[in-house]
């Protein structure tokens, strides 16, 4: 039997169990104890040691709990074998290099002509936080818990009921899967779906989405898009089964589909029972024009049309909540496949939104917002009218965007460039061309975002995106 | 062309623009104006209803957006060819039958002996509603924006720390990703695992992990399961590239996985590149003897180890965060492949959880939880303890259970079932079974929670459990 000389400190920050743990654990890594080497009994060691006999079995019971010792019955501690064993204290301490970086990367900017970017000093703060602190945990016992895995019922009733009313959707709070993004969304779609589907975008479409859509592993088909969208054609062609498209304001050209490519998309859909069609429906909230041009999932009667949303363009995108519209057969698949799953968003946040909904906030901030977008839309549209370089305008009328065709020598990249240098970031087409399509031959066009720009800011961008125009124009003429 | 005979309302709910919408959208629909025929100019109208021109032409212009009518230049609207067109108004209203049925169902019992559900009594709510109240969302604008899609650095920071400090991980805030929930980390693994991977999982294990990867199309092998964890020799005999282990307390078992089997669990992972360990460390806070069992990933030098850990069981199911600590292999993947995710945990959620953790209200609270679940656990194991039909008791000294083995002829099912009608929910070993792997035949075995039952009502479960075990003996040795 192994005598062990260990020095306890009695005024350690170390309990005294966990020193004589510490000390058997390095003996035996160092070797100085070996396998099958029986310990001394825990009465034996507490006299010595002149402690409880409790405290040693304490670290004894931690040195078998973790397999450095075992008991034999009626017979005492040994130590195990541990071929290998190492030490593993104080190794591979070296930072782990921070190659992430920053999505949100500042370019040093001061206007910036995002077409996602959103005003936040609109937003009603003291409504949102009077709601917020309305909400006490300890009051209801639901909020404790995980709760529904789809979201909860009242906030479920209460997307459905406004998804109706605003937008056509016909659906019962029991289609809804409320989630933590779009992007979870469409995971969570992809178990449904299962693997080997194929999905049909448009050429040039949103690409994080398509980014989704690659990461689970769906090859991509880069479908053409005519003044009407998605080329239907070509949609036959591609082979796919999955369409996703953006009927209501597609995203970045701002095409509205006419009901007619509505039908023959309905009808391309109907042709199988694997085909489907997912809506999104990403910023249909602001139309400036008209009424707002109802989704496609309501004309749908065959349960083909997947239709998604979100509140992080007409609320925040930190509140993380979308939504799902789903098709009998995908919630009868969701029910037997997801259910299980807990729900994404926290219960209180779910509250929160829920309570928004209801009291009218939601709606009131939306047409509140809705008018301060449509007089900075208009604003915009007037001035880039009035630019001589400014070939055509379309896409307008919705959203936070409009799109520019640019009368230019410069590369879509060279005038981002440039504008960039003078704190303009403008944001071109290309960038949200699908890597599969062929790149556009056609002159500059830029996503002329108005989100979170006030009226100067505006006049200012474009004069300095006049200038990074004329001044090439001017040099080309001089070498000429 | 056409004339059209429309009734105007000036009283009516409807705007003028969209009566004459209506009207002309239903006229086309029932086919009482053709394709290609003419409408009357926006002017003529006007001056026929007796209403602004700028009524008419927004409503023609919604009729254009939409793809009822088109302009030909100089020459006025024209009705588009809509074949198969159809009025969508109305069809299709009957509710979707609500298939979904509550995974929460609620069985009518009063005693339920849950592995999974903790104590809400003792939460300091007093402490999270202050501490959500102090979060002003107007104050600091980061909190309207979507942020880093690991989830913010200071959140992540006070993770790693307390990873490092209480489970003796090894990272950086960097290495860290918050989620909404352990399912939806698995999900985005598996996007950075890739398909092809094949997941050895213990017999026994947790089944809603197993669900997840059969989700995603992962093969599972059912490997045995001995006193010290996942049999190697059957491991290396499944092919399976991905381990998911719970060393520190595997669930339902409690085993704790000695230094040898984690060594030779890492020698396995060393084997291969496209070898991984997923370490689900579910319940590790809450162990009752002695010091908790350090982390695997802790003795992982070679970036074989992915670490997974919730605040489900520490803070509360309903607040839907997890973290994954990715090594560095697959962080790298990670910030090509899905750093343009936004996180899916709102950001007041992610700060509100950070100043709990940075002010120590989260280890206060462990360490009282910890205190009320021993006393517990110590409790039910001194009754249990002196109940004769039960044979052995195993897994204990941690987490929110202990592993009961039944002295009955009863079959799991039937005790269940039996406990059920007199208000007692039990949970069966058989539970968390693997599909895959065959049904054990020995002695019923029942997975016995503590979390969220005070001391008289597990003495009276235990009690009815008695009961129900004693009567079938009964009856059994009547029949005889």
Same mark, same amino acid.
Request: net charge neutral; charged share 25%.
């Given at each position: ?31 100085? /104890? ?12 507490? +006299? ?18 973790? $397999? ?101 959707? #016909? ?5 809804? /899967? ?17 693997? $080997? ?51 209501? @304001? ?36 602001? #139309? ?19 239709? /998604?949303?979100?509140?992080? +363009? ?24 997801? $259910? ?36 900075? @839309? ?39 460039? #440039? ?29 002329? $975002? ?31």
């Amino acid at each position: 039997m192994k005598e062990l000389l260990i020095d306890l400190y009695h005024d350690s920050d170390k309990a005294l169990y966990e020193q004589i743990y510490d000390y058997i654990c390095k003996e035996i890594a160092d070797g100085k /104890i070996s396998p099958g080497e029986k310990l001394p009994s825990t009465r034996f060691m507490a +006299k010595n040691l002149q402690i409880s006999r409790s405290t040693v079995e304490l670290a004894y019971s931690q040195l078998v709990a973790e $397999g450095y010792l075992e008991t034999k019955p009626c017979s005492g501690y040994f130590v195990c074998d541990i071929s290998g064993l190492y030490r593993f204290q104080g190794i591979r301490q070296e930072e782990v290099k921070e190659s992430y970086k920053k999505k949100e990367e500042q370019t040093g900017c001061r206007i910036i002509f995002s077409p996602f970017q959103v005003d936040r000093t609109y937003f009603p703060f003291r409504v949102w936080q009077k709601l917020n602190r309305s909400i006490n945990m300890e009051d209801e016992e639901k909020f404790f818990f995980a709760g529904d895995s789809r979201g909860d019922e009242n906030l479920r009733g209460a997307i459905s009921s406004y998804l109706h009313r605003a937008r056509g959707v #016909r659906c019962t709070a029991g289609q809804v /899967i409320v989630g933590a993004g779009n992007e979870y969304l469409l995971l969570l779609l992809s178990q449904l779906l299962g693997s $080997g589907q194929k999905v049909a975008m448009e050429k040039y479409t949103y690409i994080q989405a398509a980014r989704t859509f690659s990461n689970m592993e769906y090859p991509i088909a880069a479908v053409d898009i005519d003044e009407a969208g998605m080329v239907m054609q070509k949609l036959y062609e591609s082979g796919a089964n999955i369409a996703y498209v953006m009927p209501s @304001h597609q995203f970045p050209l701002g095409t509205v589909m006419p009901m007619k490519r509505r039908l023959e998309l309905l009808q391309w859909a109907a042709a199988s029972e694997r085909n489907y069609i997912i809506e999104d429906d990403h910023d249909s909230e602001f #139309r400036y024009k008209g009424k707002p041009i109802p989704s496609l999932q309501g004309m749908d009667m065959l349960g083909r049309v997947i239709y /998604i949303g979100t509140f992080s +363009k007409s609320i925040a995108p930190s509140v993380r909540v979308s939504y799902m519209v789903l098709p009998e057969a995908l919630l009868e698949k969701y029910y037997h496949n997801c $259910g299980f799953y807990a729900t994404t968003v926290p219960r209180t946040q779910q509250e929160l939104l829920y309570r928004f909904l209801a009291e009218g906030s939601f709606e009131r901030h939306l047409n509140r917002m809705k008018n301060i977008y449509r007089t900075r @839309h208009d604003y915009m549209m007037g001035l880039l009218k009035q630019e001589a370089w400014v070939k055509r305008i379309y896409g307008e009328n919705a959203g936070l965007h409009m799109m520019a065709e640019i009368e230019t020598q410069l590369t879509e990249e060279e005038l981002i460039k #440039r504008a960039g240098e003078r704190g303009v970031k403008l944001f071109g087409l290309q960038e949200n061309r699908l890597l599969t399509a062929e790149k556009s031959r056609e002159s500059v066009t830029l996503a002329m $975002g108005f989100g979170c720009l006030k009226e100067d800011e505006i006049a200012e961008g474009i004069a300095i995106v006049r200038k990074c125009v004329e001044q090439k124009c001017a040099s080309h003429t001089l070498a000429d």
